[in-house]
């Protein structure tokens, strides 16, 4: 019996860990742990993190075991689910030039991620893909978004065809840790004329007397990645 085996029969039929004994185990013992009870967790997850994981599955089948009165169950006030207590990034389209943005948290990592000592801030990373290569990004910039924010509009280039966003997570030391990757959403948008980007030069006098100016300058100073 190898220390999986010894792990999963800790408590009999129920996924039972303790801290300190998965605190024994090899980085590699852990992941493996976790793809045997169906944690799909990114590779570059941290030991701590890990771990955490691992023992939310105690909550998880401590919850599937509860029993519900059908009686109470079904007077109770339905509720819509705004998250599913999971770590994840979604993209929709709204239009040629903006991208619907939306993501949740497990509670768990959120907790531990925001009390840390040197956690600075989460951001959201719009990457352009190469279309030779989708997994490769040709270009990205990133967007600071408040820890309570689960949603962002976003605006992208004219030019670019394929787009991915990252959830990320940034610590004071400069490492930065990406927590869940979005689906690939491809659009075609090169015959959008750019009207906000032509030259200050090319308009007349009267049409520049309007506040046109202005507003290319404040177009460009709040959607700077547009304009690449």
């Not at 976790?34 to 799909?40: E, I, K, Q």
């Not at 978004?145 to 940034?170: G, Q, T």
């Amino acid at each position: 019996m190898n220390i999986l085996d010894d792990a999963a029969m800790e408590s009999g039929s129920a996924v039972k860990f303790t801290r300190s004994y998965l605190q024994t185990l090899s980085t590699d013992a852990l992941f493996a742990l976790a793809d045997r009870y169906g944690l799909f967790l990114s590779s570059d997850l941290t030991r701590y993190l890990l771990i955490s994981e691992l023992l939310d599955l105690d909550d998880g089948f401590a919850n599937d075991d509860d029993s519900v009165d059908p009686i109470l169950a079904s007077t109770r006030p339905q509720e819509a689910a705004y998250g599913y207590n999971m770590t994840e990034i979604r993209v929709v389209l709204k239009n040629p030039l903006w991208f619907f943005v939306f993501w949740d948290f497990h509670k768990r990592l959120f907790t531990e991620l925001t009390e840390a000592k040197d956690f600075s801030f989460f951001s959201l990373r719009v990457h352009s893909l190469d279309l030779e290569n989708p997994l490769k990004s040709s270009d990205f910039f990133d967007i600071q978004v408040p820890k309570e924010d689960r949603r962002r509009y976003v605006h992208v280039s004219f030019d670019e065809y394929l787009h991915r966003i990252d959830l990320m997570a940034h610590f004071t030391n400069g490492r930065e840790q990406i927590l869940s990757q979005s689906n690939v959403v491809g659009m075609r948008r090169k015959n959008i004329p750019q009207r906000l980007c032509i030259s200050q030069n090319a308009v007349n006098k009267i049409i520049g007397l309007s506040g046109l100016t202005s507003l290319k300058k404040s177009h460009f100073r709040h959607y700077r990645q547009a304009f690449r």
